[in-house]
């Protein structure tokens, strides 16, 4: 079944704390992205990859960073969580950007 | 700069009534990508349609309809004779930028349909 798979699906964790959300998908996908979704905001971009050791920033990256060694692994870091972070967190991949992107279930953080 | 716009927040109808759902988008490029999604109650983003800049042809599929106007940069959705099951929020999520990679949210209209 093709699907892309978050972990945790629920996380509450303390400020300061380094964190890593995984985000992995079977379909061979070359592009990856992490949203997170907040009530008012829709959902706003954080980071992209195109490929393999290719990413680059979205419209909200402040706090993150993320890798991309294999093809079908997209982790989102935080570092050091802040309040701020707590959020509904999504990790959408798609074969070309035009392309429909098929997201994972969610992750949701809360960051004490 | 890019903008998406559901001047809906929130509608309420009665089962199999006719509902729909507005998006208006800025851009200023030519050639673009439209895509509807829905999050039901359970959270999860599920892709309904996607459509082309370049084609304006508009498509009904089932219950569901989409009403593409590039003149008037409106990509609206209909859902005809409403059922409990479509209560959710949907988002109007087009890809503006033909360099850009990503999505540009709207923030999204809750359905409700009630029995």
């Known amino acids: 079944e093709a699907q892309v798979t978050q972990n945790p699906r629920y996380l509450i964790t303390v400020t300061g704390k380094k964190l890593t959300v995984t985000c992995s998908q079977n379909m061979n996908h070359e592009y990856m992205s992490w949203y997170r979704q907040d009530p008012g905001l829709g959902l706003r971009q954080i980071y992209y990859?195109?490929?393999?050791?290719?990413?680059d920033k979205g419209d909200v990256p402040e706090g993150y960073k993320v890798s991309r060694k294999e093809k079908r692994n997209f982790p989102l870091i935080l570092e050091s969580p802040s309040p701020n972070q707590t959020s509904l967190y999504f990790c959408?991949?798609?074969?070309?950007?035009?392309?429909?992107?098929?997201f994972g279930d969610g992750t949701r953080l809360s960051i004490l | 700069a890019q903008k998406v716009t559901q001047a809906q927040t929130e509608i309420s109808v009665v089962e199999k009534e006719d509902v729909t759902l507005d998006c208006v988008y800025e851009t200023r490029d030519t050639t673009y990508y439209l895509f509807w999604y829905k999050q039901p109650p359970s959270g999860e983003l599920v892709f309904l349609i996607r459509r082309n800049s370049f084609d304006e042809q508009n498509e009904i599929s089932g219950r569901y309809s989409w009403n593409f106007q590039k003149s008037t940069s409106s990509f609206n959705f209909t859902i005809t004779a409403s059922q409990v099951v479509d209560s959710a929020v949907y988002f109007c999520?087009?890809?503006?930028?033909?360099?850009?990679?990503?999505?540009?949210f709207g923030q999204g209209t809750r359905l409700t349909i009630n029995p």
């Open positions: 999520a087009p890809k503006l930028d033909q360099g850009a990679q990503k999505l540009v």
């Open positions: 990859s195109m490929n393999v050791e290719v990413t």
């Open positions: 959408a991949s798609s074969q070309q950007g035009r392309q429909p992107q098929h």
